[in-house]
């Protein structure tokens, strides 16, 4: 098949999902075309099968905002009639379900019909798409697609509660390549970051609001109290300086590493004890998932999605939001047995691979398949 993908090249979870994707299926011996306003970040490879087309939104001084949906829209169509693109899978609703609707009337116009294959992914449907500004476009948008998935059962629920959508919506599970994640790897330099008896506990995320980056840090102030251990911050994101100044007045600054954003996620992980996630809300938690491919048990809140991935008493433990003590209790619960941790670590890992991407990828195969047998 030819396959336009749509989505957000940052370092965001619907973007890291949307790449991965696209790479597993041009192995499979599809065509895939990425059209968005950047080479998306972990798209290193392209190929005969990986082409990636820039959306590009002239400057012009009489726009307050510049119309990016106009763009992609008419990047969209171009692409589809220049390369024969049979299908567009837009991840992230905002505004990528909209302007693939507006190309594909654009593109009826001309005889050509394309299908839209939408992903819900969190924010999108939870946070930003419910808000009334954009509510009425986001329903729309979502029942105008000729195929709707969700990431996990909580995204599918929420997006039924929140919105009136008439289409049937697919539960298809965020996914890994477990061949990144090398398990039994040892040589990922430790001992760069923290001595033998230091415990290592590491957070990724883009340290928004609703990431509660703030508990990160208290969770972790907690935990150094009782047991000798170092902090791994990675990202980037407008919570940045108040973690900085709450180290600071902690005076726990020389134990906390700010990395910034990282393309060396596997091997940070590699040397990490435990992984915290104390999110707000989370449609289903990638980087916990990550987390747990390295063998790195989770401690997270048993907030929206999280709960499907993060096994309670077995790849970790699940807290209330904002439980900072009961988080830091088990925390030190894991961390303060070896044995214990061990086997933490080992559940992790084997609850990953239920995400193994060769378990995943087919199911977005078998939609694309159906949803063009109906059109
Ligand atoms: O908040 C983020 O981490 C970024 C955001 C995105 O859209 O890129 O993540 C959402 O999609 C990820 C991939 O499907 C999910 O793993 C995250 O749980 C989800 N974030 C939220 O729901 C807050």
Known sequence: MKIGIVCYPTF????????????????????IHFITYNQPVRLDLLGNNVHYHEVNVPEYPLFHYQPYELALSSKLVDMVKLHKIEILHVHYAIPHAYA????????????????????????????????????????????????VTAVSQSLKEDTLRLFDIKNEINVVSNFIDLSKY??????????????????????????????RVQDVITIFYNIQKEIPAKLMLVGEGPEREKMEWQCQELGITD????FGKSNEIDKILCFSDLFLLPSQTESFGLAALEAMASGVPVISSNTGGI???????VSGFLSEVGDVSDMTKNALHILKDDNRLKTFKSNARKESLKYDLHHIVPQYETIYEDTLAKC
């Open 100 to 147: 693939a609707y507006m190309a594909k009337k654009m593109l009826i116009e001309e005889n050509i019909y394309v299908p839209i294959v939408t992903t819900l992914h969190g924010t999108d449907i939870t946070l930003v798409g419910s808000h009334p500004f954009y509510k009425p476009a986001v329903t729309f948008s979502i029942n105008k697609s000729d195929a």
């Open 307 to 313: 709960p499907e991935v993060n096994i309670h008493g």
């Open 182 to 211: 090398n398990h039994d790897f040892t040589d990922c330099q430790r001992a760069m970051m923290a001595t033998d008896n230091e415990k290592i506990i590491t957070h990724i995320s883009n340290f928004r609001e609703v990431k």
């Open 12 to 31: 965001g979870g619907s973007g890291v999902v949307a790449t991965e994707l696209g790479l597993e299926l041009s192995k499979r011996g599809h065509e």
């Open 255 to 258: 134990k906390v590493v700010f």
